[in-house]
């Protein structure tokens, strides 16, 4: 692992994809480190209104909390779309790329020792693939990527973020993941009835 014997005296940048992987994660991460600061980047989310809703709930919870952050509040669904277009089976790496990359960069600038995402505590991510890119822009930017997992603890965070009446969305984030979603789901047909 990419971590010294020491990080207690380190500074982690720390890329917030939602308010409820963030609870738990933040926490778990503020006893271990010196500084933490949450980073809201997330471009691929889908529809405008879905990420709306989700920097709200991220935004509502800080201010409870009395959370650092640095809101990137760029919603860029088309620069995400132009890159994933006739690559759609690889659009998690295109999206995971996008955001770390970003998050790696500030965290350079900033001059955090670390950096790393709530995206590895959700049960639903491509752990392996998220880490590779982590170690890749890690390298590329040279910061450190802080790979540790709070293994057991996505369910802790909802609970905890059903407590605080956080909006849960219901799905990944992009376009083709809310398809997934709802295609199938009961009581919805690819046709539209009547017709």
């Given at each position: 692992?990419?971590?010294?014997s020491?990080i207690?005296?380190?500074?982690?940048?720390?890329?917030i994809c939602?308010a409820?992987?963030?609870?738990?994660?933040?926490?778990?991460?503020r006893?271990?480190?010196?500084?933490?600061?949450?980073?809201?980047?997330?471009p691929?989310?889908?529809?405008?209104?879905?990420?709306?809703?989700?920097?709200?709930?991220?935004?509502?919870w800080?201010?409870?909390?009395?959370?650092?952050?640095?809101?990137?509040?760029?919603?860029?669904?088309?620069?995400?779309?132009?890159?994933?277009?006739?690559?759609?089976?690889?659009?998690c790496?295109?999206?995971?790329h996008?955001?770390l990359?970003?998050?790696?960069?500030?965290?350079?600038k900033?001059?955090?020792?670390y950096?790393?995402?709530?995206?590895?505590?959700?049960?639903?991510?491509?752990?392996?693939?998220?880490?590779?890119?982590?170690?890749?822009?890690?390298?590329?930017?040279?910061?450190?990527?802080?790979?540790e997992?709070?293994?057991?603890?996505?369910?802790?965070?909802l609970?905890?973020?059903r407590k605080?009446?956080?909006?849960?969305?219901?799905?990944?984030?992009?376009?083709?993941s809310?398809?997934?979603?709802?295609?199938?789901?009961?009581?919805?047909?690819?046709?539209?009835?009547?017709?």
């Open positions: 692992m990419e971590v010294g020491s207690s005296s380190a500074r982690l940048l720390l890329h939602c409820p992987c963030a609870i738990h994660t933040f926490s778990k991460l006893r271990n480190f010196r500084e933490v600061f949450g980073f809201w980047y997330n691929n989310i889908h529809p405008f209104m879905e990420y709306q809703k989700r920097m709200e709930a991220v935004k509502i800080v201010e409870r909390e009395k959370i650092r952050i640095i809101y990137r509040d760029d919603y860029d669904l088309k620069g995400f779309l132009r890159q994933v277009v006739f690559r759609e089976e690889e659009r790496r295109v999206c995971y996008m955001r990359e970003k998050t790696a960069i500030l965290a350079r900033g001059k955090f020792h950096f790393s995402s709530t995206l590895l505590l959700s049960p639903h991510q491509d752990k392996h693939l998220l880490k590779e890119i982590m170690r890749e822009v890690g390298k590329e930017y040279s910061v450190k990527p802080y790979l997992e709070t293994r057991g603890r996505w369910q802790k965070g609970n905890l973020s605080m009446d956080l909006y849960h969305q219901q799905y990944c984030g992009c376009i083709y809310e398809e997934e979603r709802y295609k199938h789901s009961k009581g919805v047909s690819g046709k539209a009835k009547g017709l």
